[in-house]
């Protein structure tokens, strides 16, 4: 049972580069999410979609962005990378919304913007 | 603003006992509230939920309470092991909305 995976597991960026984040999950769940873990501070959600074709802001969406043209796949694209968003990043899925029922998160990506 | 406190810092007790962690909200009133468990390097992983209707869940040696007047959860692990180290997570939610996490208590079981 693959569940929520994430790529990659780590990657060092230079200030203004680019990247993308990918995240898929293989449980059919509707309901997908982007999250970012400072030291000492909660996760943050970062974007969220509630099916194909539909997504919305979370709490910290400032230089980010998503889409999600399947079921299965949420990348997170950072456009113009800068040192505050050196984070741990989750992605989570879960059946329905969230807090009626159990999210699974993906191993995390570390990133470092030097 | 909304507010989820748990212990800030790390919680060590022996093997065998029970530990008890807290998880205190303000400016929020929940309708399910759930614990994950995080170990170091790895994503969380989902212990429990609750919903503002009950009082009290249990799962093998785990127990959660869920106090609305109080504002206040706590979840309890029994007869613990070192294997149950790890940082504990508290989140809430409204319904339909997104989970709101705290920060987490470090819990570290000494044999």
């Known amino acids: 049972n693959a569940g929520v995976t994430q790529t990659p597991k780590f990657r060092i960026l230079k200030i203004g580069q680019s990247m993308t984040l990918q995240c898929t999950q293989d449980m059919n769940h509707n309901y997908m999410y982007w999250y970012r873990q400072d030291p000492g501070m909660g996760l943050k959600l970062i974007y969220y979609s509630v099916g194909a074709g539909i997504t919305d802001k979370g709490e910290v969406p400032n230089g980010y962005n998503v889409s999600r043209s399947t079921t299965e796949d949420f990348p997170l694209r950072l456009e113009l990378a800068a040192p505050s968003q050196t984070s741990v990043y989750f992605c989570?899925?879960?059946?329905?919304?969230?807090?009626?029922?159990?999210?699974?998160f993906g191993q995390g990506t570390r990133l470092t913007v030097v | 603003s909304q507010k989820i406190e748990q212990n800030s810092e790390a919680l060590n007790i022996q093997e065998g006992k029970t530990a008890t962690l807290t998880c205190n909200y303000t400016n929020y009133s929940p309708a399910y509230l759930q614990w994950y468990r995080q170990d170091p390097g790895r994503g969380p992983v989902f212990l429990l939920l609750?919903?503002?209707?009950?009082k009290e869940k249990r799962k093998e040696r785990l127990k959660v309470t869920f106090d609305t007047t109080l504002k206040q959860s706590l979840f309890h692990i029994t007869a613990s092991q070192p294997a149950d180290s790890a940082t504990y997570l508290c989140?809430?939610?409204?319904?339909?909305?997104?989970?709101?996490f705290g920060a987490g208590t470090i819990l570290r079981v000494k044999s």
């Open positions: 989570a899925s879960s059946y329905s919304s969230q807090g009626a029922t159990e999210a699974f």
């Open positions: 989140a809430l939610s409204g319904y339909g909305n997104k989970l709101v």
């Open positions: 609750i919903r503002e209707n009950e």
